[in-house]
């Protein structure tokens, strides 16, 4: 699966929800589980779009902490770009 890809549907979605969430270091403190229940997935299916954007660069789990996501710079830009093409 090509990075393009890999942000189709929903790991776009999740991404773009992360990002609307995340602080100036770009993390996001949220569970999988927050997130399946906020944006009506099952819980497998945002595991496994998680899996494929940590995979693809964008996106980084603080293996340290429950709930602790970062945004890559690829993953900034990424939405920057899809939002900006969207106006």
């Known amino acids: ?6 942000l189709v549907n929903t790991n ?7 990002f ?3 602080d100036k270091d ?3 403190r949220i569970t999988q589980t927050e997130i399946s229940q ?3 997935l099952n819980r ?3 595991n496994k779009c998680f899996a494929s954007l940590m ?3 964008y996106l980084i789990h603080d ?6 996501y970062y945004l890559t710079n690829e993953g900034v830009k990424t939405v920057g770009l899809f939002r900006k093409s969207e106006k």
């Open 55 to 57: 995979e693809n660069g």
């Open 44 to 46: 497998g299916t945002v």
């Open 63 to 68: 293996e340290s902490r429950v709930g602790r």
């Open 1 to 6: 699966m090509s990075k393009i890809d890999s």
């Open 20 to 22: 609307d969430r995340k």
């Open 38 to 40: 906020d944006l009506e």
């Open 26 to 28: 770009n993390l996001v």
């Open 12 to 18: 776009f979605k999740i991404l773009s929800y992360l």
